[in-house]
T-cell receptor, first 113, second 113 residues
Framework: KQEVTQIPAALSVPEGENLVLNCSFT??????LQWFRQDPGKGLTSLLL?????REQTSGRLNASLDKSSGRSTLYIAASQPGDSATYLC????????????FGKGTRLSVIA | GAGVSQSPSNKVTEKGKDVELRCDPI?????LYWYRQSLGQGLEFLIY????????KSGLPSDRFSAERTGGSVSTLTIQRTQQEDSAVYLC???????????FGPGTRLTVT
């Protein structure tokens, strides 16, 4: 059974810092990996989707990497801003696209002005 | 275009009552998923629909939970004889081939008193 772990559970940084959020998974036979952001009381916003054949994806100040062999993904946020404060969730597709996502419990990020 | 919508946004019900939660997926998306997010529990899969195939109900926690998807579009999640442990945020997502990237609605917050 796939298990997804996110470390750290919470992180507080000053504005302007670059930071890395970590996600690890136990079964390397994954289809895709998706990173989400969740603001308090809101739904999930998709940030980046990495397909299993890719090693990284970039969107603006965000860069996500995937290393299937080691069961790891990282989300890099450059020049953090207070508006980046949210919970970041990593989710794994199973061995095909038509499978439910398995989620980590998230990293709660606070960026202090 | 329009995203995934869910209604109601909040629902308070008494223990033992039945509730219906509605999800309108993104037009043209073939797959629809229901997840539940409980305080401190993270996101867990409940049920998913793919086209005209039989739904995958493997995540439903008990036979009090059921869901249907009419005309390949709108879905309704029904919880019968609600219990206090059913209190959670119920999230719906839809996706489309070939990436299967999942897009989430804002959720329905269910409180059972």
């Amino acid at each position: 059974k796939q298990e997804v772990t996110q470390i750290p559970a919470a992180l507080s940084v000053p504005e302007g810092e670059n930071l890395v959020l970590n996600c690890s998974f136990t079964d390397s036979a994954i289809y895709n990996l998706q990173w989400f952001r969740q603001d308090p009381g809101k739904g999930l916003t998709s940030l980046l989707l990495i397909q299993s054949s890719q090693r990284e994806q970039t969107s603006g100040r965000l860069n996500a990497s995937l290393d299937k062999s080691s069961g790891r993904s990282t989300l890099y946020i450059a020049a953090s801003q207070p508006g980046d404060s949210a919970t970041y969730l990593c989710a794994i597709f199973g061995d095909s696209g038509n499978t439910p996502l398995v989620f980590g419990k998230g990293t709660r990020l606070s960026v202090i002005a | 275009g329009a995203g995934v919508s869910q209604s109601p946004s909040n629902k308070v019900t008494e223990k033992g009552k039945d509730v219906e939660l509605r999800c309108d997926p993104i037009s043209g998306h073939t797959a629809l998923y229901w997840y539940r997010q409980s305080l401190g529990q993270g996101l867990e899969f409940l049920i998913y629909f793919q086209g005209n195939s039989a739904p995958d109900k493997s995540g439903l926690p008990s036979d009090r939970f059921s869901a249907e998807r009419t005309g390949g579009s709108v879905s309704t999640l029904t919880i019968q004889r609600t219990q206090q442990e059913d209190s959670a945020v119920y999230l719906c997502a839809s996706s489309l081939v070939p990436t299967y990237e999942q897009y989430f609605g804002p959720g329905t917050r269910l409180t059972v008193t």
